[in-house]
Nanobody, 122 residues
Framework: QVQLVESGGGLVRPGGSLRLSCAASGNILSVYTMGWYRQAPEKQRDMVAIILSSGTTNYTDSVKGRFTISRDNTKNTMYLQMNSLKPEDTAVYYC????????????????WGQGTQVTVSS
């Protein structure tokens, strides 16, 4: 069984920093594209940043220059370094990964973490 677990959320003042982690575990053969998404109250879930297995990255415009996505393929772990945080960054942050389990009968599929709350407030 494949599982994604996020950590690192919390309360931070405007201008502060946080680092989120997302670890994939289970009987994993390959991890492909990974990404961070966020959902503010009463809003849709939006992409924040994605990273391909090659390391190529893409960011939504509002976080460019402030957030950095990275991954450690040896640990099946992804990170999101968030600097210069703003109140509008407040949301539940979810990680998503496209994963191929070792069992041949199970195709590659998208898996989601449970979410971690990030609150930016003075």
């Amino acid at each position: 069984q494949v599982q994604l677990v996020e950590s690192g959320g919390g309360l931070v003042r405007p201008g502060g920093s946080l680092r989120l982690s997302c670890a994939a575990s289970g009987n994993i053969l390959s991890v492909y594209t990974m990404g961070w998404y966020r959902q503010a109250p009463e809003k849709q879930r939006d992409m924040v940043a994605i990273i391909l297995s090659s390391g190529t990255t893409n960011y939504t415009d509002s976080v460019k220059g402030r957030f950095t996505i990275s991954r450690d393929n040896t640990k099946n772990t992804m990170y999101l370094q968030m600097n210069s945080l703003k109140p509008e960054d407040t949301a539940v942050y979810y990680c998503k990964a496209r994963i191929k389990p070792k069992l041949n009968a199970i195709p590659a599929d998208d898996y989601w973490g449970q979410g971690t709350q990030v609150t930016v407030s003075s």
